[in-house]
């Protein structure tokens, strides 16, 4: 019997997404304070992470549990090479380099790959999911912040290929509760999703040290002193 994997995982992540989203980083762009260095090194790094997390998707079309979500609509890759492209010039790829972080997140993307293709779904999750439902919003902060056009570095957030992305967030829950999967395997995707969710944290975090030179330990400090409560979803699955 199908199982609620959708509500799982929403229900399951919150306390990590809270986390991630208190992170210094993650707290300073929200409240619309983004050094242009660090966004940079984060748009690098998230390249290296989507390039992981397609390519493996990509040869599991036929998986019966991975394939279902596998949606070319969705990948980022592409857009984070434009964005790249506009924060390094043509010769991003010679200049770019993943952070520590970002090498032990695409680590753990190629070994859940290799050992339990089924886990992917909570990386895919905790990625797409969040920038669909977040994308306008972060993409409306970063424009602001570091005064840039209205496309210029931001095609990570734009869903082109996706005309209503509510519609669709309703399709991929519905696919989620459809995977031929039994409890058993949704709790270690929920794990997994979590897992991501320190993965990008991780990442955050070795951004800080970036921010605070930027904008000075004072303001740092002030900005990152309350916390929030976060959700993957905006609206409840």
Known sequence: MPVALASQLREGTKKAHTMAENTGFVSCFLKGVVDKASYRTLVADLWFVYSAMEEEIGKLADHPVVGPI??????RRES???DLTFYFGGDWRQQI????????????????????????????????????????????IAQKAMNLGEHDGLRFYEFDAIDDEKAFKANYRATLDSLPIDQAMADRIVAEANEAFHCNMKMFQELEGNLVAA????????????TRTGSTEAVPA
């Open 97 to 140: 380099r993943a952070t520590p972080g970002a090498q032990e997140y695409v680590a753990r993307m190629h070994q859940v790959a290799r050992e339990c293709p089924e886990l992917l779904v909570g990386h895919h999750y905790t990625r797409y999911i969040g920038d669909l439902s977040g994308g306008q919003i972060l993409k409306n």
């Open 215 to 226: 904008i000075g330990k004072v303001l740092f400090g002030f900005l990152t002193r309350r």
């Open 70 to 75: 596998a949606s070319p609509e969705l990948n």
């Open 80 to 82: 984070l090479e434009a």
